[in-house]
């Protein structure tokens, strides 16, 4: 079993920027590659990046391009999604997923608690 649990959501204003956290615990190998999704109310369940665990390998979704990055600390099993220039449409709830590989939420097999992130115009 993995379990995942994200932090470093709030409320901030557009323009600003929030750094999610997401550690992972348990069986770590299976959390090699890890990814985040958002989710807006009334809205399906959107890719936003994802970071392979070896060879640093990264995509990242347009939407997002050029604003989020996504970096990760092996010694410390832990995945990180800086976001810049944000946007009220970024508001959502951010969660982090591990076990799979790919741009669908069916891709991944544990998925934390998520953070909310809000941002005010």
């Known amino acids: 079993q993995v379990q995942l649990v994200e932090s470093g959501g709030g409320l901030v204003q557009a323009g600003g920027s929030l750094r999610l956290s997401c550690a992972a615990s348990?069986?770590?190998?299976?959390?090699?590659?890890m990814a985040w999704f958002r989710q807006a109310p009334g809205k399906e369940r959107e890719f936003v990046s994802a970071i392979r665990w070896t060879g640093g390998t990264t995509y990242v979704a347009d939407s997002v391009k050029g604003r989020f990055t996504i970096a990760r600390d092996n010694a410390k099993n832990t995945v990180y999604l800086q976001m810049n220039s944000l946007k009220p449409e970024d508001t959502a709830v951010y969660s982090c997923?591990?076990?799979?590989?790919?741009?669908?939420?069916?891709?991944?097999?544990?998925w934390g608690q998520g953070t909310q992130v809000t941002v005010s115009s």
């Open positions: 348990g069986r770590t190998f299976i959390s090699a590659n």
């Open positions: 997923a591990a076990g799979g590989w790919g741009t669908s939420s069916l891709d991944y097999v544990y």
